[in-house]
């Protein structure tokens, strides 16, 4: 992936700035390999007590994103890597690399005002600009100036990087990374001749459209929530019983 492309890049800028911005495409791998790097260079360690802590705006992100690293690492899920949730835990004294919500830290920012635990804090995804993001953004500018050990990354494919080079100091406490993708598809753009009234009908009569044509792939819809989601799948479930359908949503369990 990308990111291990800019491995020494990345390990430079934690070493001279206390922040860094990283600006990575969606499939640069900048949410797994980073702080798989992190810790294989020594930020992380158990026997110092000290983790890289990644977070994420959603629970299910947090939970499927540290199984992945942890079957990359050949560990075993809440051992070296774990996650932590609302509604989930599954890390030990020894875990070295978490993923958890937004919410999970700002949670441990008010238990811990240092975050003494953490020796690199990863906050990702935050164009989201989720209120636990924004408090934390806010909040962790003081916790740095009284830990002048911490880092902070602040990870995301869209953010405004200038305005939080500012925010944070501008050069002299933080640098700008920016990781390409690992590919872009060829993507063609076809807009409907006339308007409608129900775009979740309309998105199920494109997929029949599509399988009426016997064309061969996956296809992905994105509409605005859990029920659309839900809505659609039932309608296409009836309609093409062979199909595989994974609905994906926020608040799905893992």
Known sequence: LPARIYKNSILKSLHDFQV??????????KTTQIPAILREYGWASAAKGKAVACTQPRRIAAVSVAARVAEQLNSNLGSLVGHATRLDENRCETTEIVYMTDGILFQELLG????SRYSVIMLDEVH???????????LLRHVLLKRKDLRLI?????????SLCGFYGGAKVANML???????????IRYMTQPCTDYVRAAVGTVDLIINDGLEGD??????GREEINEAAAALSAAHPDLNLIPLY?????
Do not use: M, Y
Not at 128 to 138: F, G, K, N, P, S
């Open 178 to 188: 920016h990781i390409g993708g690992s590919g872009q598809f060829n993507v063609q």
């Open 154 to 162: 602040l990870a995301s494919a869209t953010v405004e990087a200038k």
């Open 112 to 115: 811990d005002p240092q975050l």
């Open 20 to 29: 860094t911005i990283v600006v990575g495409d969606t499939g640069s791998g």
């Open 219 to 224: 296809i992905l819809i994105f509409l605005t």
């Open 250 to 254: 926020a608040s799905l369990s893992v």
């Open 128 to 138: 989201e600009r989720t209120i636990h993001t924004d408090l934390l953004i806010a």
